[in-house]
């Protein structure tokens, strides 16, 4: 079986960090509760979307303008509280998400996908570079009908503007985010010299930065959330 290098620097990083060898239980968060939930600014919206290593999407999301909060976590299967562990077994169906709560008057949809697009390659199906597995599949979980409807748009106006081969991304409704254990949170922004985040996530936001420089926070602006 071919094991991801995700997969085994995050094994090695469990035996070497006492937070990672605490295993805190996901909590799941329904579609109805996400609409009532308290969040810091009003008139925040959530996107949920999976584009690989969650390490990787949430670093790029944090660092744009209209982001407000990054959660990583789990979406689109069938377990109850799933552990990492069982993601990463490729049995529960879920994917590693990103829940983006993000101001649509300074950041809109349409935008979150174009970095979307732009940031993970959503042609391979089930992986993302040595990241191999279900888990690691392309998705949009939208939460509402026009999200459902920018996202389909999306997918046209860009499978020949940026890619050669069909796009394979998923655009499901989104029923369930279970927030990931705590090591998982901000984890680039805390662990930015590790190996898997030198070789993977920091060449992805050389190339935000290069690419989407207006859509970026200021250095005094991006801390980790």
């Known amino acids: 079986m071919k094991i991801s290098l995700h997969i085994i620097l995050f094994m090695t990083l469990m035996s070497l960090t006492a937070c990672a060898q605490q295993t805190s239980e996901s909590s799941p968060i329904t579609n109805s509760e996400q609409n009532s939930l308290d969040m ?3 008139g925040l919206e959530i996107a949920t979307l999976a584009g690989g290593c969650f390490w990787c999407v949430e670093a790029v999301y944090q660092d744009l303008k209209g982001v407000y909060k990054v959660e990583s976590g789990y979406s689109g299967g069938s377990t109850v509280n799933p552990t990492y562990r069982e993601i990463g077994s490729g049995t529960t169906g879920h994917a ?4 983006v709560h993000f ?3 300074e950041i809109t949809f349409e935008e979150l996908l174009e970095v979307f697009w732009s940031t993970h390659d959503p042609t391979t199906l089930n992986r993302q570079g040595h990241d ?4 690691y599949r392309s998705a949009i979980f939208y ?3 026009e999200q459902k409807e920018i996202a389909e748009r999306s997918i046209k106006e860009v499978a020949d ?4 081969d069909p796009i394979v991304t998923e655009v499901t409704p989104f029923k369930a985010f279970y927030l990931a254990e705590s090591y998982h949170q901000n984890y680039y922004s805390l662990n930015a010299s590790q190996p898997y985040c030198r070789a993977v996530i920091s060449p992805k936001m050389a190339k935000l930065r290069e690419k989407f420089a207006d859509k970026l926070k200021s250095n005094s602006d991006v801390k980790g959330q």
């Open 103 to 105: 101001d649509p008057a």
């Open 40 to 42: 810091d600014k009003p």
């Open 143 to 145: 939460h509402s009908d």
């Open 132 to 135: 191999v597995g279900t888990q």
């Open 161 to 164: 503007l940026l890619w050669d």
């Open 96 to 99: 590693e998400v990103v829940q």
